[in-house]
């Protein structure tokens, strides 16, 4: 059943109830209302004809005086009554419907109760048909009872009432229902248009399928309404927000108020602009947000933020550049050591075996110090490689990449912390080459020291230095000596470094040396691969 059938059905069965309870419930006091009214009424005629002077002086005359009967005739007539009777104590009529019953005694016992001074109703006949009867009193101006008025009105009349009044229930439902009805196809239709002409099930299962889509997903959703409440969250969005500790365990869909990303999406709401691929740090992960106001007749009328974590494809695309280096940095040893391999089948077709077993020594010599050194102290492959490119580089400049002997790295940081170690070492070895580029053979000296869960570097140079002043400015993002967009090196150094609880300084004699001293904790986490 589609839903106008079933709003039609449910509402007209609600209308149809509703107006057949009140009508049977007016149907059932109609009687005892209508009685009530034709009573009152003939109450208040006979009141009134009681307090009348000239009645109450007629009746201290004999009936075939005449003064009454007009009085009652035109009260009968002008009011519709069956009849109106006025009686002396005695029960003699002193007026009556027909004229030739006058001076004769009332016929009815429930004319006594008027006659000792009390109004009385009954439903009796006398000489016309079934009425209703109403008897009140008449006292003179000493409050000495002198009479009896009585008011007749037909049963007939009081039926033909009742029946007018159902009349206009049955009249009155009729419309009512019809203006029900009415309302009823206003309504289906408006229901119809809000919900886009969509059935019930309809909506049920597009409700579902974007649940399952919504939670499918491994970005983040946020949705606030106008008042940036928040009108939806996905599992995604929970997940990440639990894991990067923005606030405590979450609680349905409430998020911290001081959270970056509804701080994100007040903003969208206040200003109207739509923000995309922004860059968010959030304890060391890094979060890609995208916010957009939603808009409906050209007024906002909420937000919506979508946001994933960048940190584990930053990772492995750093992972990837490590190990492209490593085999780059090999395949430039290779094509060194070929070189080396035609050279020594040449002093072996010549014969000069005292010379070829110098330059063999010599060969072995230089792999020990320069490569077979740095892999028996630097442990993971990624850094290993990192730095194998970094020293071809430094030698393709005219400059030296030296590592202390004293170096050491075990295989043990997490992925963050190998992750990190790239991104500081390669800037602070940029930053030194450029400082030597205005010299020739430069040197660059790194010392990697691993000791109770903390990893020392050092990275100096022998370049022009760094001015005093500028050694707390160089850290600051856009700051730089070497021109216009630049400056956001050693900010991210000293981001990362700040956000795995490290710390970093600089020591520089201008026009003799710069050193850097980091220091990171290690060896926390799952080991690198």
Same mark, same amino acid.
């Given at each position: ?69 007009? !009085? ?153 309404? =106008?008042?940036?409440? =928040? ?56 979060? !890609? ?34 190990? =492209? ?65 970094? !020293? ?100 991210? =150094? ?36």
């Amino acid at each position: 059943m589609n839903l106008s059938t079933l709003t039609t059905l449910m509402m007209v069965g609600v209308i149809f109830t509703v107006l057949l309870s009140v009508h049977l419930l007016y149907f059932t006091q109609i009687d005892n209302f209508t009685h009530a009214h034709v009573k009152d009424k003939a109450f208040a005629i006979a009141r009134t004809l009681a307090e009348d002077r000239q009645i109450q002086h007629a009746l201290t005359l004999p009936a075939d005086q005449g003064i009454i009967q007009p !009085i009652a005739k035109a009260v009968q007539k002008r009011n519709d009554l069956l009849f109106v009777t006025i009686t002396n104590m005695n029960g003699i009529r002193y007026s009556h419907a027909n004229s030739a019953l006058i001076n004769q005694r009332f016929i009815g016992e429930d004319l006594q109760p008027a006659l000792a001074g009390h109004e009385n109703m009954s439903f009796n006949h006398g000489t016309l048909v079934e009425a209703l009867r109403v008897f009140t009193p008449v006292f003179n101006a000493k409050h000495q009872q002198i009479g009896v008025v009585a008011i007749g009105i037909s049963l007939s009349d009081v039926t033909a009432q009742i029946n007018k009044s159902r009349w206009n229930i049955f009249w009155t439902s009729l419309l009512g229902g019809s203006v029900g009805l009415l309302g009823v196809l206003v309504l289906v239709r408006r229901l119809k248009t809000i919900l886009l002409g969509l059935e019930p099930h309809e909506i049920s299962s597009l409700f579902e399928q974007r649940q399952a889509i919504l939670d499918s997903i491994k970005e983040g959703v946020i949705a606030v309404d =106008v008042n940036a409440r =928040v009108t939806l969250i996905n599992q995604a969005a929970q997940q990440l927000l639990r894991e990067t500790a923005m606030e405590a365990p979450l609680s349905g869909d409430r998020i911290p108020e001081n959270s970056l990303m509804l701080s994100h999406l007040r903003e969208a709401l206040h200003d109207g602009k739509a923000r995309y691929d922004e860059e968010l740090n959030v304890r060391g992960r890094i979060m !890609i947000s995208n916010t957009v106001p939603v808009r409906s007749r050209k007024k906002i009328i909420g937000a919506v933020c979508t946001f994933r974590d960048k940190t584990e494809i930053s990772q492995l695309m750093q992972r990837l550049d490590g190990m =492209v280096n490593y085999v780059d940095a090999l395949r430039e040893r290779s094509h060194e050591f070929m070189n080396k391999l035609h050279v020594i089948l040449g002093l072996l077709h010549i014969k000069n075996y005292a010379q070829m077993e110098t330059y063999i020594l010599k060969t072995a010599n230089n792999y020990q110090t320069e490569i077979g050194s740095l892999l028996q102290r630097i442990k993971p492959p990624i850094i290993a490689g990192f730095l194998l490119s970094k !020293i071809n580089r430094a030698s393709d400049k005219g400059h030296r990449l030296l590592l202390s002997d004293a170096s050491y790295l075990p295989d043990s940081g997490s992925e963050q912390q190998v992750a990190a170690l790239v991104i500081i070492l390669g800037n602070l070895i940029e930053n030194a080459l450029e400082a030597l580029d205005r010299q020739p053979e430069g040197e660059i000296h790194l010392l990697l020291h691993y000791q109770n869960g903390w990893l020392s570097c050092e990275v100096s140079d022998d370049g022009p230095g760094i001015a005093a002043t500028l050694e707390k400015a160089i850290f600051e993002k856009g700051f730089s000596s070497k021109g216009d967009e630049r400056g956001m090196g050693l900010f991210l =150094v000293k981001q990362q470094i700040e956000n795995l609880g490290g710390n970093i300084s600089v020591e520089s004699e201008p026009g003799v040396y710069t050193q850097f001293f980091v220091q990171l904790p290690w060896d926390k986490g799952n080991k690198a691969l």
